[in-house]
């Protein structure tokens, strides 16, 4: 069975810390996403990357792709209240369809004002 | 524009009951997905239709059925639901990924869900 671990699984910090949740597996993925979800909502797709070593930025977030492909992280950069939510992570194992996707547990996060 | 809508939002069935869980949306995607979402789990695939008349399973397809008899709607079924359905139902599209062929070019679009419990 293919798995995709997160840690932590629940963070709370202060507004305007730094954090880094992970995304990691013993598979290679062929791309992976970042997704936010919002209590009572479905999750929003953040970003995607594919390239080993891949680095992207939006806004205060910025994700990198492990060279191995095996891995990924989020660091925000002086969080908000309004970053608070379950943070997914989802990893490909093919190009062509989302049924060779499979999705972390998340880490749930608390952004105290 | 309301991207994929799900109805109802909440639900409580007796073991035994059946339901049906509506999906529709309004983007033209030609791929749809049902997923479930269990605390601490991540997201499960239960079964996709890459277009209309076609379905497949996913991951976790037992105790449950689909039909896509049109582009917009993907209803999933639930027959005597079991308290191992409880969960946090989501209905998903994308587009095609397509040639080049990468679903790097067609991200998900959920709906809100349907919050499912069995007793």
């Known amino acids: 069975t293919q798995l995709l671990e997160q840690s932590p699984q629940f963070l709370s910090i202060q507004e305007g810390e730094n954090l880094t949740v992970y995304c990691n597996s013993s598979?290679?993925?062929?791309?992976l996403q970042w997704y936010r979800q919002e209590p009572g909502e479905g999750p929003v797709l953040l970003v995607t990357?594919?390239?080993?070593?891949e680095v992207k930025k939006l806004k205060r977030l910025t994700f990198q792709f492990g060279d191995a492909r095996k891995d990924s992280s989020l660091h925000i950069t002086a969080a908000q209240p309004g970053d608070t939510g379950l943070y997914l992570c989802a990893g490909a194992f093919a190009k062509t369809s989302y049924d060779k996707v499979i999705f972390g547990p998340g880490t749930s996060l608390s952004v105290i004002p | 524009n309301a991207g994929v809508t799900q109805t109802p939002k909440f639900r409580i069935l007796k073991i035994g009951q059946s339901m049906t869980l509506q999906c529709a949306q309004d983007?033209?995607?030609?791929?749809m997905y049902w997923y479930r979402q269990d605390p601490g789990m991540g997201l499960k695939l239960i079964y996709y239709?890459?277009?209309?008349?076609?379905?497949d399973k996913g991951e976790v397809p037992n105790g449950y059925n689909v039909s896509r008899s049109t582009t917009e709607d993907f209803p999933l079924r639930l027959e005597l639901a079991a308290p191992s359905q409880t969960s946090v139902y989501f209905c998903?599209?994308?587009?095609?990924?397509?040639?080049?062929?990468?679903?790097?070019?067609?991200?998900?679009?959920f709906g809100n869900g349907t919050r499912l419990t069995v007793t």
């Open positions: 990357v594919v390239t080993g070593g």
């Open positions: 998903a599209s994308s587009y095609s990924p397509g040639p080049p062929g990468a679903i790097y070019n067609s991200p998900l679009h």
């Open positions: 983007m033209n995607h030609n791929y």
């Open positions: 598979s290679v993925f062929s791309s």
């Open positions: 239709s890459v277009g209309a008349g076609i379905t």
